[in-house]
């Protein structure tokens, strides 16, 4: 958080900041406050950072320092804040565990809104605690209290830090004077008043003027440009006026976007609303815009010069016929904010001399019309595909047109214009034959190519007329409401374009989590069955939670940094190093040359040799005194390539046989007969996008020679530290007791940091062993993002053969995922997909058949769900497909054909389906399914433009790996003489609460209080060859070994307990050491039965299943594509609970990572194979805007899972999977939209199902009017790789 002082107004301004854009010169005379200045556990912990983890809204931690400053600077500013404000204070954070709910809950209890939640609105309330309170069958209770508000701290404003009284003064007293900071490469110039400002840009016409940075500062990080003087015009007071005039409103050039904003929002209440048109535009476009940190950075006068193709505020402030007031050595003069402007035409433009002191906004007049729209693939914090600002003036008293102006962002390189389509229409009367020559007007004046960067190219010619479409309705919606006023009466909307109105606002999420409570026998010292706080999740809120990169700098020190492919196949001709090697500070340069043992796996190697296989594939790296001097060689280093023929997608590699291993295959019945006895068969196929674990904390290793015996210490952010030993020892040439590996902690991995990790390990060790120093290899996020791969994209094709009464009878199944360059987990992920893809379903005749593609794109790896998701995804969608062919309703479809009772599966597995059957009634019930789908089809009914969805998927999802060997897992206790306890075992904390639980065991076990028992780090050191912590089993496994040990050590002390029970822990524990009793012991699990036969297609495949349900209700607008996630209802048979706020936070945080694969995120690559989704900007995962309004999780009480540790289960995965009820929900709505258009049949939604998607199947006669081009006849900016 930043906090400056203004002295005239005498006001302290505080507002939260993105550090990666701050330029430390910018910061002269500001208090800085991170969150370790808020509170830390050795002094005091904030309220904020208390409550955020007592509410369990940190997981792996890496987010929740962000998420505790965004809210301190809102709550600085507004003590009792709204919740509305609450929820705009977190727009710019992300989270990729928690699923953002219990985030929102912890800063509900800031709110100065005490009123109840909306449930209440639906006749029920998350504060009527009768509904949850109900005994269940055992006789326990059902809770719905997952922390305890009364134990909270109060907020104690005394305690906050005071703004420094230095810096006060300083800003007081001094007398302004230019301020320059003189760095290697940039000077920065800071002037006093506008005289100087316009001097300097007379000196350094082509230097920028940073005020904001966020769009300098990216191309300055992202683009490698370069200024050598920068001018910082923040001082000047001329660039913070706030004034309104006769004609509008005067905006300083250096007032931010939040000041606008806020200032807006004071002025439109006070001002007559024909005067506010153009203000509620630009209001409207700020409530989307960019998160609370940019819009406290970024400036209007940044805004207006940077211009931006897709930024929001230039097309509604050009439309509205803004003036900007210049300045420069020769004078001042006044320019139009217009549509020449923004084209940047030489005329119409600024001079190089020249800066915006302010820019004039006018009040809107009687007659004026202002619209502002805007789509992106996410609501808020992310760039509009296509925005839109559009205004008509009709002559007084009348519909015609005296003045029309429309222009569109998103379109091309610049802001463009229909001006001469507005002109041909001036002098026309607002109608429904001005809409259509309208439509076809501006649709032959604005083309986009069919290859134009960004793609979407049919949805982006959608889009214009789509939000023509709604302009036209709303400035007829608004003539009507003038008649009121006596004046001419024009025809309102009809009922069916009134739905068009109106685009989507977040609302404050809320939720209900039900879970059963221990038996009330149970001690209270017993933390078993509770929903204990994350262990480290007090740290995590402080900031004092030490991740890799946190570990400080050690002695001698270098860093690494990579040099990777840019081409997806080509042979390596030549690679010259020289000129890297000059870069001063730059030590060496390493490649395979240097390995001296085996350069990776026999799989993958770590450097690449001869040729390259992917673009983002290491090459070499370079390694420097400091990180920045490491990518400066990077740049240097030059590669000759000669190209080879790459194999990107799925059906490349299918039509040149490019694949790993086997065919997979399981079968059940016989499907040839099968089908001969069916009544109707369909055909189909169906594509599944990919994704990127998008984990919070990139790679990172820091590789530490011991100096004696080829010692080294490796601490590295991974989910398999085994493995990393094992390639590191190998890459070195050693023994793998010379490698130590430790991990404290990971900031979130879902199966990126099982492999790859191991490969950055053997990286930075071999330039460790080459160097003799230690080396620090961190990826940035763009790095990571391009080097490693994600989520399998599958491609699907079915044949199902049904009853018309809806049983299916026979499906033949076969499934293609795209498994990039290299093997890692695709051969074991293809055979999940194979043995997954029955999900809840009984099909006597069942045949599927999976294979995994070789390409040339990054490599494709683990990922939460390992293949089911894609796999179920792809069998919900043939279950859809069966519903719509037969009539039937598809809730219907899938309890006719659900496993009931004992069964088999199809590789001859017995389970028994009873709590899959409970898990849909209940979720039935909870969802109150059939009253809402009544309610759903009424809405549809009613409303034309938007339509509503709602679907409820089971789910059977199988734990663990279908080896034995792979659920093996050792631990070791140590009892100290003063009674305290430190456990270690073989598991990985990446945020899923593995340590707290088991600490929580051995708490049971030993029967002592929890706060005697100590997790430190997951090291090879004290656990040799832990399996990777993966596949929901690790606290299972793990749990087992936990309380084995435990239980050897009880044991030990059984005869001193027994002769002294009276005794305290302490006596005993003293007693035991004075009596030579060993008070350590190591714990093992050999790990469940499982023994898959491929050659048979038969086994116990998997330990066990977790069934589950869903519902989930949205609704879409048919002319955006985008969509309201209302409703979701998860009922989630978990057994005991070992920790419910554990659990219940994996299955939250899993579904919203669900709702972003299947609704979202996309992952998009060129036609070479370049990936373009390389950060925040244009990849887009779930934010606080993208979870149901209602969120409930209900944990099905009485069930008992006996192979597992007390009777618990492992759900870090199964919830993603029922994300795709919003998938279906979608789908659902876009059946409704279909069948009122009399679009029959039978059709495909693939995954994805973005904004784009949900636009263009939901036709209509603009997505008919839109050019379209023929497949084959130009070259996409993208290609499709499932
Ligand atoms: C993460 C992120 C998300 C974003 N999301 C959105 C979004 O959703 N919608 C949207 O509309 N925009 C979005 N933006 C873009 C944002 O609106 C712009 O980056 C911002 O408005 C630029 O303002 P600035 O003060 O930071 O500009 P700076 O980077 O400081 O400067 C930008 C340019 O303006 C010039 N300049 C600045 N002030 C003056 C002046 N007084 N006179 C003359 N020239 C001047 C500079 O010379 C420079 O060339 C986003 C940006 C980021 C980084
Ligand atoms: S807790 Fe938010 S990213 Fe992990």
Redesign the pocket.
Same mark, same amino acid.
């Given at each position: 958080m930043i906090s400056t002082y203004e002295p005239t107004s005498k006001k302290i301004r505080h507002y939260p900041a +993105?550090s990666c854009?701050l330029p430390i010169c910018s910061l002269h005379g500001s208090a800085v406050t991170t969150v370790e200045g808020l509170g830390s556990t050795k002094t005091r912990v904030h309220p904020i950072q208390e409550r955020l983890a007592k509410c369990h809204g940190s997981q792996c931690g890496f987010c929740t320092p962000g998420m505790v400053m965004s809210m301190y600077a809102l709550l600085r500013n507004h003590p009792e804040p709204s919740m509305e404000q609450i929820t705009a204070a977190l727009d710019?954070n992300l989270c990729r565990c928690t699923g953002y709910r219990p985030i929102i809950d912890t800063y509900k209890s800031f709110s100065g809104e005490k009123g109840c939640c909306p449930l209440r609105g639906t006749g029920q309330c998350c504060l009527d605690k009768e509904d949850v309170c109900a005994a269940s069958d055992k006789g326990n209770q059902m809770l719905s209290d997952l922390c305890i508000p009364e134990e909270f701290q109060p907020i104690d404003p005394t305690q906050e830090f005071i703004f420094p009284p230095e810096l006060m003064r300083m800003a007081q007293q001094q007398t302004k004077r230019t301020l320059v900071f003189y760095g290697e490469r940039t000077t920065w110039i800071s002037p006093a008043n506008l005289c100087e400002l316009v001097e300097l840009?007379a000196m350094y016409p082509k230097?920028?003027? &940073? &005020?904001?940075? $966020? !769009?300098?500062? =990216? /191309?300055m990080k992202l683009a490698g440009v370069h200024h050598s003087i920068i001018?910082h015009?923040t001082r000047i007071p001329e =660039?913070h006026v706030v004034s309104n005039t006769n004609h509008g409103l005067v905006v300083g050039?250096?007032c931010?976007?939040a000041q606008l904003r806020d200032t807006l929002m004071k002025v439109v209440p006070e001002l007559p609303e024909e005067k506010t048109q153009i203000f509620r535009a630009l209001l409207l476009?700020l409530k989307?815009?960019?998160?609370e940190?940019?819009?406290s950075?970024? !400036?209007?006068?940044?805004?207006?010069?940077?211009r931006?193709s $897709?930024?929001? =505020?230039?097309p509604v402030l050009a439309v509205g016929r803004s003036l900007l007031n210049?300045a420069s050595k020769d004078g001042t003069r006044q320019i139009p904010l217009n549509d020449r402007f923004l084209a940047r035409h030489e005329n119409a433009d600024?001079k190089p001399k /020249? &800066?915006? &002191?302010s820019v004039l906004i006018p009040y809107s007049k009687k007659d004026d019309f202002v619209s502002a729209f805007?789509q992106?693939e996410r609501r808020? +914090?992310?760039? !509009?595909v296509v +925005?839109s600002g559009m205004r008509v003036l009709f002559k007084p008293n009348t519909d015609i047109i005296m003045d029309l102006n429309i222009l569109y962002?998103g379109i091309g390189p610049t802001t463009v214009s229909a001006r001469k389509s507005c002109q041909r229409l001036i002098g026309r009367q607002w109608n429904e034959q001005l809409l259509d020559d309208a439509c076809k007007l501006v649709l032959g004046e604005i083309s986009l190519p069919p290859s134009a960067p960004g793609g979407k190219v049919e949805y982006r010619r959608t889009l214009l007329v789509s939000f023509l479409f709604k302009f036209y309705l709303e400035v007829l919606h608004g003539l009507n409401k003038m008649v009121r006023t006596g004046r001419t009466k024009y025809p309102d909307l009809s009922k069916k374009n009134m739905s068009a109105l109106g685009a989507f606002h977040c609302e404050t999420p809320q939720g209900v989590q039900t879970y059963e409570d221990v038996d009330p026998a149970q001690s209270l010292q017993d933390p078993v069955g509770r929903p204990i706080m994350h262990q480290s999740g007090v740290k995590h809120a402080t900031g004092e939670a030490v991740y890799c990169n946190d570990i400080r700098a050690v002695d001698e020190e270098l860093f690494l940094a990579v040099v990777t492919s840019s081409r997806a196949h080509a042979k390596i001709v030549t690679i010259d190093v020289s000129e890297a090697l000059k870069v001063p500070g730059v030590v060496d340069v390493v490649t395979a040359g240097d390995v001296p043992g085996i350069n990776g796996t026999y799989y993958e190697q770590a450097f690449a040799q001869n040729e390259v296989i992917c673009v983002g594939q290491i090459v070499c790296a370079v390694v420097a005194e400091s990180a920045v001097q490491a990518k400066q060689g990077v740049e240097k280093v030059k590669i000759e390539y000669e190209n080879l023929e790459p194999i990107l997608t799925i059906e490349d590699a299918i039509k040149h046989n490019s694949y790993f291993g086997k065919e997979k295959k399981v079968e059940q019945g016989n499907i040839e007969e099968g089908f001969k006895s069916v009544d109707q068969i369909i055909e189909g196929e169906i594509h599944i996008g990919g994704q990127e674990h998008f984990y919070l904390e990139t790679n990172s290793v820091l590789v530490v020679p011991r100096g004696e015996d080829n010692e080294m210490d490796v601490y590295v952010s991974t989910q398999d530290a085994a493995l990393v030993q094992v390639l590191v020892a190998l890459a070195l040439n050693v023994q793998s007791s010379k490698i130590m590996c430790h991990t404290k902690r990971v900031g979130g991995s879902f199966g990126g940091k099982i492999t790859k990790p191991a490969y950055f390990a053997v990286i930075a060790a071999v330039a460790a062993n080459k160097t003799g120093r230690p080396i620090r290899f961190t990826l940035e996020r763009n790095e990571d993002m391009l080097i490693t791969g994600g989520r399998h994209p599958l491609s699907g094709k079915y044949k199902v053969g049904f009853m018309n009464d809806g049983r299916i009878t026979a499906a033949d199944i076969e499934c293609y995922i795209n498994g990039g360059c290299t093997l890692h987990e695709s051969e074991v992920v293809i055979e999940y997909v194979v043995l997954k893809t029955d999900n809840a379903y009984n099909i006597p005749n069942f045949r599927v058949r999976g294979r995994a593609c070789k390409t040339n794109l990054p490599s494709n790896t683990a990922f939460r769900g390992f293949g089911f998701p894609q796999a179920c995804l792809f069998t919900e969608s043939w279950i859809a497909a069966v519903a719509t062919q037969t009539g039937l309703p598809h809730e219907k479809i899938r309890e006719i054909n659900m496993y009931k009772g004992v069964n088999l599966t199809p590789y001859k597995e017995e389970f028994d389906a009873t709590n899959l059957v409970k898990c849909w009634n209940e979720c039935m019930a909870k969802s109150e399914y059939y009253s809402r789908k009544t309610a759903v089809e009424e809405f549809n009914k009613q409303n034309y433009w938007k339509k509503k969805g709602i679907a409820i998927i089971p789910m059977k999802f199988s734990v663990g790996t279908n080896a034995t060997q792979y659920h093996q897992a050792a631990a070791l206790v140590h009892i100290y003489t003063d009674g305290s306890v430190l456990v270690t075992h073989g598991g990985i904390e990446m945020g899923q609460g593995i340590h707290t639980k088991m600490l929580q065991i051995a708490s049971r076990e030993l029967n002592v209080p929890l706060s005697y028992v100590h997790f430190c780090e997951t090291s090879t050191v004290t656990v040799p060859n832990a399996i990777v912590t993966a596949g929901s089993v690790g606290s299972d496994v793990n749990g087992k070994a936990v309380q084995n040990a435990c239980q050897i050590l009880r044991k030990r002390l059984e005869p001193i307990i027994n002769k002294n029970p009276g005794g305290k822990w302490e006596d005993w524990i003293t007693e035991a050491h004075a009596q030579s009793v060993s008070l350590s012991a190591t714990g093992y699990f050999r790990g469940y039965v499982a023994n898959m036969n491929w050659d048979t297609g038969e086994g116990q495949a998997f330990p066990y299943f977790v069934f589950g349900a869903a519902c989930s209700e949205v609704e879409i607008d048919c002319l955006t594509g985008d969509h309201k996630n209302i409703r979701t209802d998860i009922v989630m048979d978990a057994c005991f609970s070992i920790n419910p706020a554990v659990d219940i936070g994996q299955i939250e945080g899993a579904f919203v990572q669900g709702v972003g694969l299947y609704t979202m995120e996309e992952i998009k690559f060129s036609p070479e194979g370049e990936q373009y989704t390389l950060g925040?900007?244009t990849y887009k995962i779930p934010a606080v805007c993208d979870i149901p309004q209602q969120l409930r999780v209900y944990l099905l009480p009485n069930s008992q899972n006996s192979i597992a540790i007390y009777s618990s289960k492992g759900v870090g995965e199964a919830g993603l999977f029922l994300g795709c009820s919003v998938f279906f929900a979608i789908r659902d709505a876009v059946a409704a939209v279909r069948k009122e258009r009399r679009l029959t049949g039978t059709f495909t939604l693939n995954s994805p199902l973005t904004v784009e998607r949900i636009r263009m199947a939901c036709t209509d006669n603009f997505t008919e009017m839109i050019p379209k081009d023929k497949p084959g006849t130009y070259k996409p900016w993208a290609i499709d790789i499932a």
């Open positions: +993105n854009l710019g840009k230097a920028p003027l &940073v &005020v904001g940075n $966020t !769009s300098v500062g =990216l /191309e001018i015009p =660039l050039a250096a931010c976007l476009q989307t815009l960019a998160g940190q940019i819009r950075l970024a !400036s209007i006068g940044g805004h207006i010069a940077g931006g $897709t930024w929001d =505020l230039n210049l600024l /020249e &800066v915006i &002191v805007r992106a808020k +914090n992310a760039l !509009s +925005n962002g925040p900007d």
